[in-house]
């Protein structure tokens, strides 16, 4: 793991829920629609994190796991 | 026929070819551009003359660069030539960016109250060129522009450089103490000295037309937009820009892809329906065209002995964000007093050192900026197509994604904080050594005035606050603001100079209107060392 500190379980009791939602978001859609849903979640995601080592952590971490 | 119809300025025989002398100058200018035209007035103020070599005999042909920025109307305004261009320049106000056929969003460009510049004006290069020649007139005994003069080839020594000059009437030899090649992206005289000049070129072609149209396409005829589209309806898959130029001259920008072929392009019978179909009905007469692609590269090194690069010959970038022309002037603004220096005795080369290190940094900026802007107008992939679109689509309903939009981020000075004439802060108050000062309005017996106005062209030691004291440091000159109303000098009116630059803090200026230091006013004896340290002279010892 390239950064420790990154991956600790925040979901926690609604783990379940949020995947439910996330495959739910993309029922049923193209997968260019699918692919651009997943863009949008990206962007509005890194805003919300907000912090840039974070981020850089977290794309690190998504590039080579 | 075009709308601007130039000046063509007369080939004046000159002495040497008269006399059959070689002539000796302090400074030879290669090229009477934007850039080579400001370097010879920003010397002639500093008592410096030069000579200016064009190859041709008119200012620019096309509008060519059209957005100046408040930094470089600022130095313009040094220069003595700022209210002319304002006078004719164009002011927007309102920006508006579209993704297909509907408009994201829009925003006001408001100006700042405090700063006598706006953040930029649209205005033709052949007017900034022709207010340019027309103040370097004004110092007859400094400064000669000789026209259709064409610098061949060059013999460069240690303590000189000899040109060969070739003209209508003849060829001759100048010799200069400093040459500077102000001579453009393609530079002949970077070329004969075999530099280097690499960095990445995009082969998507971009064609712009000026069309003449008495109607405005804007909703409000005195409110001046600029219009930006991603994908335009009108233009399959591509980019585009419209904005105005005085004299009801419009610009448009089309982005045609990598496949364009420059001369098809460029007939009336395909420009002529894409710019209907972007300003609707309303009457135009084409007025320029050009189709263009562009490399952003820069030279490893601005300074090589007595030949030294300034503007376009030295960096390019990308257009969008108007950092080709602006840049160049901030490479004059910071090397005009520098040479000056080195020229009059006052300092040594290591002087003109600093300006490769401080224009190198805000190259590698305008480069990377620009880029930025072109590789989010151009997605390279598909992935990259999408991200780029839902950050538009998200722009209408997320504040956050309109500040990801990138159509080109506008020139702003570059922070010099950190390079070598810049003394480390010793306050977490005031502004960061390295900025680029901003201006505010003051007031002195009823008159107003600019902060900016005040400073430049000399060192300057500026304190703010309520209290006077004498400050006594051999060659600058001292600047109070007052912040206190009851007081005769100059006073600090609308309080934007305390809000900005702090009180009982002592900064020292550069002539070309950056933060060299930064101190506490009990700090005196640091004064002293950082005005060394800004001249390069002992930079060890100013070190500390």
Redesign the interface.
Known sequence: MTHPEIGADNLQEHRDDFFELLLKAHENLSDDDS??LN??L???LA?EVGDFDTLKKVLEGAVAP | MPHYQGIRYPFITPPELNQAVSGRYPVAIIGAGPIGLSMAIDLALQGIRSVVLDDNNVVSVGSRAICWAKRTLEIFDRLGVADRMLDKGVTWKVGRLFHGKSEVYNFDLLPNAGHKMPAFINLQQYYVEQYLVDRAAEFPDLIEVRWLSQVVSEDIGPDHVTLQVETPEGTYDLTADYALACDGAKSAIRDRMGLAFEGQHFEERFLIADVEMAESPFDEEETHERWFWFEPPFHKGQSSLLHKQPDNIYRIDLQLGPDADPVEESKPENVIPRIKAAVGDRPFELDWVSVYSFTCAKLDQFVHGRVIFVGDSAHTVSPFGARGGNGGIQDVDNLGWKLAAVLKGKAGPALLDSYHEERSVGAQENIKNSSRATNFMTPKSKMERVFRNEILKLAKDFPFARTLVNSGRLSVPCSLAGLSLQSAPTSIRGLSPGTACPDAALEQAGEKSWLLNHLGGEFVLLTVGASTREIDLADVRHLHITTDAADAGLYDCEGNVEQQYGCELAYLIRPDQHIAACFELREAGKFLPALRRAQAREPQEAAQ
């Open positions: 692919t651009a863009a949008r990206v962007l509005l805003n």
